[in-house]
RNA sequence: CGAGUAGAUCGCCUUAUCGCAACGGCUUAUUUGUCGUUGAGGAAAGUCCGAACACCAUAGUGCAAUCAUAGUGGUUAACAGCCAUCCAUCGAGAGAUGAGGAAAAGUGCAACAGAAAGAAUGUACAGGUCAUGCUGUAGUGAAAUCAGGUAAACUCUAUGUGGUGCAAUGUCAUGUAAACUAGUGAUUGAGCGUGCACGCGCGAUGCUAGAGGGUAGGCAGCUAAAGUUUGCUGGUAACAGUAAACGCAGAUAAAUGAUAGGGAUGCCAACUAGAUUAGUCUUGUUGGUAUACAGAAUUCGGCUUAUAGAUUUACUUUCCCA
RNA sequence: GGCCUCGUAGUUCAACUGGAUAGAAUAUCAGAUUUCGGCUCUGAGGGUUGGAGGUUCGAAUCCUCUCGAGGUCA
């Protein structure tokens, strides 16, 4: 599993999404959260699809939610084969940032592998 | 030198590694792999004006309900923008600000104070008259008889204005309920076509309301445009004309990033060298610290607001020196 | 992305068509009443009318810019 993270592995279907925060399960290392979902998808050569969330009410400038999603994107890519490879059914993810301030890469990167962890070991 | 005024430009650079999006080529055979190119702003922001474009009848007539603009002239596709200029106010000045038409068409408004507030009158003193608020001053007030003030009060004048907005609109796919309840209606027409009336068109498996059911995916619209840069010509200028070069983001839970190193610039501190009577200024080294505001969402022209800091042009002015 | 609406004591609302100390209820504080507390009665404080400019003699009210909160559209 390579460290990219192209456009197949994001969430998107707006369908999905609805049912993945009514029926789904949650795990949090504060300040993430990620909101997960056992599922199957058409194209099976994916496993995962994942997607990030800033709220606009804690972040009002688009500058600041875009900087956050960023680096929870880049900290996901870089952490996920480390952790994933031992999981075989699919998966819908949300990785939420419920915190009010701003952040850096080396603490996202810290809590993401926290928040991986505790996944997996929940899942397998 | 200091203090200040009005503009213009820029607003971090670079290397390595790991990634993201679009397009194109090759490969595979419809899913990959690989190579190449390109990839945020001066405000992309606010959505305050003006347009393009799309639909509503190929958008017609009247009302002007509603609304915008407002010295004069120019500029533009258009504008409430811009340029020039007159006037008024502010500033010592360079300059700044101005919704700056009409109060001699009409209506309204003016608290408190004051005799009196637009209608009639009147206090004290002085002057004057045959006589009288007839005249001046005082007093109240923002305003006291002046063709008064107020039009960002109604209004009048001139000019302009149909509405809705890319979640427009077209198309493909998926799916459901032409069901239920209440009211209303049948050619003597309910209602719809986004202000009202007329007109025109549509119109019965209708229309209005209630409570519900289903889809919220793809493609087109979508980025070459009143384009950008430079030069020349005309014009005080905004701007116009012309020549050459360039080919410049298209995402959609929403790309343009992350990490590590090197450098640049500003500020602070220490040391060093130099200039000066001195305050202080300059050169170099080392260390620390800072590098703003802010992220395209149909596209343009403006306006407004946010913005660390740097560069630069023109000008004003106090003191001193020549 | 577009289009609308609303901001007044801590809270819920008033303030007529621009006129002067912006008012009422509730909450808060103090006093009275009570053995103490509640209820009740009396009094007090609390607002640069979201912010900044302008028009006017005078602005919560009219105009412009700005900040914040909420709604709606396929």
Redesign the pocket.
């Given at each position: 599993m390579?460290?990219?993270?192209?456009?197949?592995e994001?969430?998107?279907?707006?369908?999905l999404?609805?049912q993945l925060f009514s029926e789904g399960k949650s795990v949090s290392a504060y300040p993430l959260r990620m909101v997960y979902l056992k599922t199957e998808f058409e194209?099976t050569?994916v496993t995962f699809q994942t997607?990030?969330?800033v709220s606009k009410r804690n972040f009002?400038?688009?500058?600041?939610r875009?900087?956050i999603?960023?680096?929870l994107?880049?900290s996901y890519?870089?952490n996920k084969s480390a952790y994933f490879n031992n999981i075989l059914s699919s998966y819908a993810l949300?990785i939420l940032y419920i915190g009010k301030d701003g952040t850096?890469?080396?603490s996202v990167d810290k809590k993401m592998k926290e928040l991986l962890h505790t996944f997996s070991k929940k899942v397998s």
């Open positions: 390579s460290f990219s993270y192209p456009k197949k994001k969430l998107k279907s707006q369908k999404i609805e194209d050569t997607g990030v969330s009002k400038k688009a500058v600041d875009n900087r999603k960023r680096l994107r880049e890519r870089l949300m850096d890469f080396d």
